[in-house]
């Protein structure tokens, strides 16, 4: 299988980009905060289960947000996030490692690295409670990514986008499995995206709704369809953070 067909020339650039970076340093051992524990104590405390996404900038957003990442990261934290997803991708979505390492050692919930990652010494990179592993990009080589993420101490949270991409994720071993509604081909969003893939989900897979949550409304219609979590990056990104980040969580 060729993981670049059909995609949108943002995302083949990322793609290039990514396949560029082999970080230096030394093999990482993480101690994680549990993701499922964060969202399951969230939903205790009647809090929607949210993972704000620190993201200042993508391919489909104008402009960048300057403000200080760590300020951004507690502001998310004090309006209700259970978690948080810090981009790292420099190029195309302006973030970095350091970014996510400052974050995490400023809040005590667990923090999700949002990159594009293909190679294992793409792991090393930082130390994160959470990497994300995309099923397409990753093809054959998921199972064993997920194995290295793992041997390092770190949770995984393997994006799908389909049904075959869902089936491949659960063969490798995936129990904490995305179902992102952006379509990597066109950068189209659509909710019934998760509503179409959720019901093939097995029962204890930790479940997150990925991409285009932007209204208590949509929180509802992923929590109804199943979702155990929401990722949400635009639609806390844009304004006052900590209000958006508490309108989402109390939907
Ligand atoms: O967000 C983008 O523009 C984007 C473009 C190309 C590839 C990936 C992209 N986003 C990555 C993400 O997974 C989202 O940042 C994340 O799911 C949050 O989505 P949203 O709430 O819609 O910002």
């Known amino acids: 299988m060729d993981e670049s067909d059909g995609l949108a020339p943002a995302v083949q650039s990322i793609l290039d980009a990514a396949r560029e970076r082999?970080?230096?340093?030394?093999?990482?051992?993480?101690?994680?905060?549990?993701?499922?524990?964060a969202l399951a104590a969230a939903e205790a405390d009647g809090r929607a289960p949210t993972i704000a996404e620190v993201k200042p900038t993508s391919p489909t957003t104008e402009g960048e947000r300057e403000d200080d990442p760590v300020?951004?990261?507690?502001?998310?934290v004090a309006g209700g996030a259970a978690a948080l997803s810090v981009l790292t991708e420099p190029e195309h979505f302006g973030g970095s490692p350091a970014n996510l390492r400052e974050i995490r050692d400023a809040v005590d919930v667990p923090v999700?690295?949002?990159?594009?990652?293909?190679r294992e010494a793409q792991l090393d990179a930082v130390e994160a409670d959470v990497v994300l592993l995309i099923a397409r990009f990753l093809g054959?080589?998921?199972?064993?990514?997920?194995?290295a993420a793992r041997e390092r101490g770190f949770q995984a949270l393997v994006e799908v986008h389909d049904r075959t991409e869902l089936d491949r994720a659960v063969e490798a071993g995936a129990d904490?499995?995305?179902?992102?509604?952006?379509?990597?081909?066109?950068l189209e969003v659509d909710l019934s995206t998760f509503e179409d893939v959720a019901p093939h989900v097995p029962e204890d897979?930790?479940?997150?709704?990925e991409s285009g949550v932007s209204t208590p409304a949509?929180?509802?219609?992923?929590r109804a369809a199943g979702a155990d979590g929401l990722l949400v990056g635009s639609a806390i990104m844009d304004g006052d953070v900590t209000e958006n980040t508490r309108t989402l969580v109390n939907a």
């Open 22 to 37: 082999e970080p230096a340093g030394g093999r990482v051992s993480v101690s994680p905060r549990l993701l499922p524990d």
């Open 71 to 76: 300020a951004l990261a507690e502001q998310m």
């Open 112 to 118: 999700l690295r949002k990159d594009f990652l293909l």
């Open 140 to 147: 054959d080589d998921l199972e064993p990514m997920l194995d």
């Open 176 to 186: 904490v499995i995305g179902v992102n509604n952006r379509d990597l081909a066109k």
């Open 205 to 209: 897979v930790t479940l997150i709704a």
């Open 218 to 222: 949509d929180v509802r219609r992923m």
